[in-house]
């Protein structure tokens, strides 16, 4: 991350190395304490651009005031078609839409933390929209 005068103030490793990479998606709290950008992984063929697919996605989430990386959450199912996600004001909740469903999670960015937030993400709570 840099600041407007383009010095480095943070910097973070992905976990999957050169097979990981940062997509444009990203959300950020009003008052800019925390941002979540999304990560992915691709598995595919080599030179042959169709079969390129989505192996594996999560979405970093990050403090700027103590400039490190505070939860990372694996975005599962994989995304199909439709993916999104923002954080909430505070930014203790990530919603995330997967095609059809809707995830909540805790991020731990919350000033006191909840049983509830030490669960791993998996214990997402889940809102299934139906299209009609």
Known sequence: MVNTKGQIIMQDRLEGGKKESLE?????????????????????GFMDLTDIRRSRTRILIYDTNLRKRISSVQVVPIPRG???????RDGSK???MIDDHLNIYDTGAAEKPTEHSRQPPSS????????R
């Open 24 to 44: 444009e998606l990203t959300s950020v709290t009003r008052d800019g304490k925390f941002f979540a950008v999304s990560a992915e992984q691709e598995k595919g």
């Open 82 to 88: 439709d993916y999104d996600f923002a954080l909430s």
């Open 124 to 131: 997402a709570s889940t809102l299934v929209i139906r299209k």
């Open 94 to 96: 990530l919603a995330v």
